[in-house]
């Protein structure tokens, strides 16, 4: 099951390497968004809640994009026949998608998170980055798993488009929470962080529990 | 032994539209079936249905021994599927594409190698499939379908958008001589007769005969 998840993951990247249809467009919506807030708040600088839920929702925002896209070649170019033909678990399509956008994620997040310093913070992420790193990882991992899966049940659906950001978005809602919540204390200008191993343990539970939900139902997902 | 493919009533639909039903058909191994009849007479949802992609709705239908669609996870590996979509991505390369297939079915790169100049398509197998014609990306699909050298080769007018040579070249390969148990889609009703054993003419999802038949008769199915 490894080894065709990361023959399908190969595979992934090598295509969006090839096409540019996903991690470019998430980043430019990224940076966008951040240039808007920069004008739009008409402030030099944000700190604590502000800072952190205008970080993390534009994050989901652009994971809807690539999560909008994550099973197009599949869709248009017969890619889960193919998988269905071969004698592989359909688990490792799951987990070939949801490390594609996990990858796809992390890739918008080292422009992204410059951006959002030099536009949107005062003093800048600095001494916060390795806390802030951890929140990311385990941010992207709940996006990457609930993606992978809504991807799959959008993808069979005629309204793709519109069905996958009305599930994702709410079953997201307690990643941003947690995510918003671990955040806000870094951005803080005063204050240093506190409870940040309550909202990554929140993370840790809803990505542990989001990853084996979604293998278990993925493969109904798959069937006719 | 036993035939390499059994139907008994089979029954499929989508949604409430019944696609197949009544379908009663027994394939000995090393043989071919034609399947013919208009558009929209089930052909392809049968093809659909043997490759394991679809699941039978009633009827019995057991494929290589597997009992459908109990033990579908028997037929992947063992079906060659050539339908109307190549099933291959257009911007990757023909040699990548038949690689991620090959791995998919865990085999090495020297069949892939192999299969890409018995289809005559080594000299173009580095460019993607979008800068190729439909009949060069039918050949790699032909690659594609028989990478695993599966004994049933599933085909649903496998000769589309071939020129005479490439049809030639894959003569050997998915024709009669290969040797292979062929479920035969075409609208060609003396070719395919012609290369079959036994024929099954379906008519709105309805079977309308099974075994050997005359063309004058098979041609009334499309009236």
């Not at chain 1, 467009?25 to 951040?34: D, E, I, N």
């Not at chain 2, 911007?91 to 020297?110: F, V, W």
């Not at chain 2, 008519?203 to 038949?213: D, L, M, P, T």
Request: hydrophobic share 50%; charged share 20%; glycine share 10%.
């Amino acid at each position: 099951m490894i080894g065709a998840a990361g023959t399908i993951l190969r595979k992934d990247l090598r295509l969006e390497l090839r096409t540019k249809e996903s991690v470019p467009a998430m980043t430019l919506f990224t940076l966008t968004v951040y240039v808007l807030f920069h004008f739009g708040l008409d402030r030099d600088s944000l700190d604590g809640e502000l800072a952190s839920g205008v970080l993390w929702v534009t994050l989901l925002l652009a994971a809807v994009i690539g999560v909008s896209r994550l099973f197009a070649a599949e869709r248009e170019q017969g890619g889960i026949d193919g998988l269905l033909l071969a004698p592989v678990d359909r688990t490792s399509l799951f987990l070939a998608k949801s490390a594609a956008l996990f990858l796809f994620l992390v890739a918008v997040e080292v422009v992204a998170l410059p951006a959002f310093g030099l536009l949107l913070l005062g003093p800048g992420l600095g001494g916060a980055l390795p806390e802030l790193l951890a929140i990311l990882v385990l941010g992207d991992l709940g996006i990457a798993a609930v993606g992978a899966l809504v991807a799959a049940l959008a993808a069979e659906t005629r309204a793709r488009e519109l069905i996958a950001p009305l599930l994702l978005l709410p079953l997201l809602v307690p990643v941003l929470i947690a995510c918003a919540q671990a955040t806000e204390p870094l951005l803080r200008q005063t204050q240093g962080p506190e409870d940040l191993g309550r909202w990554l343990g929140l993370l840790t539970l809803y990505d542990v529990v989001f990853v084996l939900l979604s293998v278990a139902v993925f493969d109904y997902l798959l069937e006719d | 032994m036993d035939p390499a493919i059994e139907l008994d009533g089979l029954e499929r639909r989508y949604g409430e539209r019944v696609a197949l039903t009544g379908v009663t058909v027994s394939v000995p191994r090393g043989a071919t079936l034609a399947v013919l009849g208009a558009n929209g007479a089930g052909k392809t949802t049968l093809l659909r249905v043997l490759a394991g992609l679809l699941r039978p709705h009633a009827g019995s239908a057991r494929v290589l021994s597997a009992e459908l669609p109990r033990e579908r996870w028997k037929v992947p590996g063992q079906v060659g599927y050539l339908g109307h979509e190549p099933l291959l991505y257009r911007d990757l390369t023909g040699r990548e594409n038949l690689r991620y297939h090959a791995r998919l079915h865990g085999l090495d790169g020297s069949r892939v190698e192999k299969l890409l100049a018995a289809v005559g398509m080594d000299r173009r197998a580095d460019d993607p499939l979008h800068d190729l014609s439909r009949g060069m990306v039918q050949r790699l699909a032909a690659a594609r379908a028989l990478l695993h050298d599966p004994p049933l080769l599933l085909l649903d007018e496998p000769r589309a958008h071939l020129d005479p040579a490439a049809a030639e070249l894959l003569e050997p390969l998915i024709g009669r001589g290969s040797g292979r148990t062929r479920v035969l889609v075409s609208h060609d009703v003396e070719g395919a007769l012609g290369e079959a054993d036994l024929a099954l003419g379906l008519k709105g999802g309805h079977q309308v005969f099974a075994g050997s038949v005359e063309p004058a008769a098979a041609r009334e199915l499309y009236r």
